[in-house]
Each structure stands twice: as structure tokens, then as C-alpha cells.
């Protein structure tokens, strides 16, 4: 009985990214198990994406909406990043990294240098790595091997 019990109430190994804000189930480790809403920023579980978009297919709704603050979402890549710079303004953590993320991408160093710190500051724990990995090819900054484990 107590192998049956641990199977049927087993939860998912808890990774950094918390609990789904819906369900408040522990986010799995794999990424592709849960989706990041552009609107309001929250990594929502699949499962909750589901049972979204079946209430809104029961229900005839005309448009998807978030499942946690009920926007619609972006029509346009431009929206998208409308909405991502809102939510950096607003101070969102994981906002101001994907930001960090596409200035890196680009090749602007120093706004991507920014962005993850304020991320790290904000308390954003993928941030940190994203800095060690400035750290550690100089770009931007100075190589420095102490600030590069640090962030790690």
C-alpha cells in the first residue's frame, strides 16, 4: 500500500523556476514541460495550458487568453517585445533576463551586462549564470575567474 501511495501522490522533482502560479505544482526540471507567457512573464505547466484551452474550447470563447492573467496574447514578434519591456520596467526578474538574453544575442555586451544584473539583483538565479559566462569570455567585462565562480 505505502509503494502505491508514493506512486500515485509522487510530485515532480522541484527545479530553481519555483511552482506553477496556477496549480502550484513544482515546475519539472525538462523546460519543455512548461511554457513561459510573454503577457504577464509566469511559467505556467502544461497541464494548466491544457486545461485552458479546454475550457476556452468548451466554453466557444473566440480568443485564447493566458490562463493566469488573462490577456490575450501577442499578435506580433513587436508586441511581444512591448510587452516583455513593460514587464522589465515593472521590475520582473525573468523579464529583464530574456531582455538581457536578446541584447546578448545581438551583441550588445553591455546592455546584456545590465539586464542580468539587475536580473541577479532582483534574485534571478539563471542570471548569475548568464554573468559568469560574460565573465568567463571577457566580453564586456574584464575576465575575472573570482566574479565567474561567484556567479556560478
Excluded at 24 to 35: A, D, M, N
Excluded at 51 to 65: F, H, I, S
Aim: hydrophobic share 30%; charged share 25%.
Amino acid at each position: 500500500a505505502e509503494l502505491r501511495d508514493e506512486l500515485l501522490f509522487k510530485q515532480p522533482e522541484s527545479c530553481h523556476l519555483g511552482d506553477c502560479p496556477i496549480c502550484c505544482l513544482p515546475l519539472s526540471f525538462e523546460g519543455k514541460y512548461s511554457t513561459m507567457m510573454a503577457c504577464c512573464s509566469k511559467i505556467i505547466c502544461y497541464g494548466c495550458v491544457c486545461a485552458n484551452q479546454m475550457r476556452d474550447v468548451e466554453g466557444n470563447l473566440l480568443q485564447y487568453k493566458c490562463p493566469f492573467c488573462r490577456h490575450a496574447p501577442p499578435k506580433s514578434q513587436e508586441e511581444s517585445e512591448m510587452q516583455m519591456m513593460k514587464r522589465a520596467q515593472a521590475n520582473d526578474p525573468f523579464a529583464t533576463l530574456q531582455i538581457g538574453i536578446r541584447r546578448n544575442e545581438e551583441g550588445n555586451y553591455e546592455g546584456a551586462f545590465q539586464n542580468y544584473t539587475k536580473a541577479a539583483e532582483s534574485g534571478n538565479a539563471a542570471s548569475h549564470y548568464f554573468l559568469s559566462c560574460l565573465y568567463l569570455e571577457g566580453k564586456f567585462v574584464e575576465m575575472d575567474e573570482k566574479k565567474e565562480v561567484y556567479h556560478l
